[in-house]
């Protein structure tokens, strides 16, 4: 299993990004898939998930403001935020577990910096 992110960068406090994650190698449409994110300093930190069945979890810090949301013909899953706060800045990473499986599969990573 491969997973690809992308669509971080710099916003302004207050701001918006969206990010992308294609997958590639698994089923993908019974997978749950998620975002973390680590800033420097940190522990790896739960932002949001998405099951097969469609059902979400959000991390208390980012309930309301961000929103994850997947298209299985294209093995994708996104990660749209907004209304940004400079300690949302970190590295997030999408991940991907296969049902009846304990093992995670880890994208690489894409830079979310926010400040003014």
């Known amino acids: 299993v491969q997973l690809q992110a992308s669509g971080g960068g710099v916003a302004q406090p207050g701001g918006s990004l969206k990010l992308s994650c294609t997958a590639s190698?698994?089923?993908?449409?019974?997978?749950?898939v998620g975002w973390s994110r680590q800033a420097p300093g940190s522990q790896r930190e739960l932002v949001a998930t998405?099951?097969?069945?469609?059902?979400?979890i959000y991390a208390d810090a980012v309930k309301g403001r961000f929103t994850i949301s997947r298209d299985n013909a294209k093995k994708m899953v996104y990660l749209q935020m907004t209304n940004l706060k400079p300690e949302d800045t970190a590295v997030y990473l999408c991940?991907?577990?296969?049902?009846?499986?304990?093992?995670?599969?880890w994208g690489q990573g894409t830079q979310v910096t926010v400040s003014s």
């Open positions: 991940n991907l577990r296969s049902p009846g499986t304990p093992k995670y599969f």
């Open positions: 998405i099951t097969g069945g469609f059902t979400t």
């Open positions: 190698g698994s089923i993908f449409s019974t997978d749950t």
